[in-house]
């Protein structure tokens, strides 16, 4: 057990709303990442923090924004959804022994449809 | 860049036949290579990893993975596949000594056949 929640777990939204969605860890580790998985494409990186307001896009940040205010939680946000952004998002913590041997562990995901 | 590359996008195997899952990646640098499974509608759990070391890596569940710098690969096996195998997995590469992003390829859909 990674000590990851993400919440909704499930969200059906329209085109054009704003969706925020949440990641929470127990464990205070310094590193916090947001991919989306698709069909086709795998685990893509929308952005990653590396601590309190330190945030970092990845190869897919376009029309997704995040916030850091605690180390426990970070939130992505849709500004305003479209079809597209139609994915399954999962966060990710990093944790481990030494700068080596960290590794990512995985949160549950949150199955988000933009109708 | 780093990038990687599962050629096989599904691979149907007999329940215990003995299977690879083929992973390739690309990069300028010293990689960290580690392959996720992921359970039908759960999230990733991480097998196994390759940081420095031995190149023949041992994961939970009994799968090995073999790093070979030559070819630029990190194939994994298993010698005897059991139904409960039946799940996506993905191979990732990371550049960075601390393993900050890590690149997924598009992953492997493994069907065990009863």
């Known amino acids: 057990d990674a000590g990851i929640t993400q919440s909704p777990r499930h969200k059906v939204t329209e085109t054009g709303t704003p969706v925020t969605l949440r990641c929470h860890q127990t464990e205070n580790h310094r590193y916090m990442y947001w991919y989306r998985q698709d069909p086709g494409h795998g685990l893509r990186l929308i952005h990653y923090s590396y601590g309190v307001k330190d945030t970092d896009k990845g190869e897919v940040s376009d029309g997704y924004s995040v916030s850091r205010s605690k180390t426990e939680d970070f939130l992505l946000t849709l500004e305003s959804a479209t079809s597209s952004q139609t994915s399954v998002y999962f966060c990710?913590?990093?944790?481990?022994?030494?700068?080596?041997?960290?590794?990512?562990?995985f949160g549950p995901g949150t199955r988000l449809l933009v109708l | 860049a780093q990038s990687v590359t599962q050629l096989d996008s599904q691979v149907p195997v007999f329940e215990e036949a003995p299977v690879e899952l083929r992973c390739n990646y690309s990069?300028?640098?010293?990689?960290?290579l580690f392959w996720y499974v992921q359970y039908p509608n759960q999230g990733l759990q991480l097998l196994l990893k390759?940081?420095?070391?031995?190149?023949l890596v041992k994961g939970i569940n009994g799968f090995e993975a073999e790093f070979n710098k030559s070819q630029t690969s990190f194939h994994l096996r298993k010698p005897s596949v059991h139904i409960s195998d039946t799940a996506e997995y993905f191979c990732?590469?990371?550049?960075?000594?601390?393993?900050?992003?890590?690149?997924f390829g598009t992953g492997t859909r493994l069907t065990i056949i009863p």
């Open positions: 390759y940081l420095s070391g031995s190149t």
């Open positions: 990710a913590i990093r944790k481990g022994q030494g700068a080596r041997g960290e590794t990512q562990y």
């Open positions: 990732a590469v990371s550049e960075s000594v601390g393993n900050e992003k890590l690149t």
């Open positions: 990069s300028s640098v010293s990689v960290y």
